[in-house]
T-cell receptor, first 116, second 110 residues
Framework: DGGITQSPKYLFRKEGQNVTLSCEQN?????MYWYRQDPGQGLRLIYY???????QKGDIAEGYSVSREKKESFPLTVTSAQKNPTAFYLC???????????????FGAGSRLTVL | QKEVEQNSGPLSVPEGAIASLNCTYS??????FFWYRQYSGKSPELIMS????GDKEDGRFTAQLNKASQYVSLLIRDSQPSDSATYLC??????????FGGGTRVLVKP
């Protein structure tokens, strides 16, 4: 079955540590996204990528970094510079960033990060 | 002013009634609007998209768009307990990025 796999589902880290969240898709989608969701809040865009080896900052990119070395993979690193990293992180993909293919996002199951 | 405004709820409706959710947005250029449903602890799933003024019906769901007044709404007819979830409004903003509202929590009581 095609879909998006995020891992780990739950992650606990100490303050000051970098953590990397994995996102893999087998949908052959060009575009991939990372969103952050805080309790009772909507989704806020961290980074997105339209094509391999290219990515753009979203609305809250500070303290995060990404890479897109393969079409299927878009890992997110939460660095120690991120002031309040505890949140639910959602990876998504779409067939493209522009046009009709950009209108439907497929989401992974999410990764819940808690910083102790 | 937030780009997308939704009443956080909870919106409590009895089973079988109509649930009415509203969303206002600030970007006059937006052409594409979406409703996502998110169950607690799960990821969002797209339930409706609407691109032109008027109503769009899909099963028990009806989306209504009024670009002049900059609002989009979602009606859920014959509400079921399984409809209890948070409903996120989203629109396609500049740069083709989706901008989400904070969501409205709906509780359908048997």
């Amino acid at each position: 079955d095609g879909g998006i796999t995020q891992s780990p589902k739950y992650l606990f880290r100490k303050e000051g540590q970098n953590v990397t969240l994995s996102c893999e898709q087998n949908l052959n989608h060009d575009a991939m996204y990372w969103y952050r969701q805080d309790p009772g809040q909507g989704l806020r865009l961290i980074y997105y990528s339209q094509i391999v080896n290219d990515f753009q900052k979203g609305d809250i990119a500070e303290g995060y970094s990404v890479s897109r070395e393969k079409k299927e993979s878009f890992p997110l690193t939460v660095t120690s510079a991120q002031k309040n990293p505890t949140a639910f992180y959602l990876c998504a993909s779409s067939a493209s960033v522009v046009g009709a293919g950009a209108n439907v996002l497929t989401f992974g199951a999410g990764s819940r990060l808690t910083v102790l | 002013q937030k780009e997308v405004e939704q009443n956080s709820g909870p919106l409590s409706v009895p089973e079988g009634a109509i649930a009415s959710l509203n969303c206002t947005y600030s970007d006059r250029v937006s052409q594409s609007f979406f409703w996502y449903r998110q169950y607690s602890g799960k990821s969002p799933e797209l339930i409706m998209s609407i691109y032109s003024n008027g109503d769009k019906e899909d099963g028990r769901f009806t989306a209504q768009l009024n670009k002049a007044s900059q609002y989009v709404s979602l009606l859920i007819r014959d509400s079921q307990p399984s409809d209890s979830a948070t409903y996120l409004c989203a629109f396609k903003a500049a740069g083709n990025k989706l901008t989400f509202g904070g969501g409205t929590r709906v509780l359908v009581k048997p």
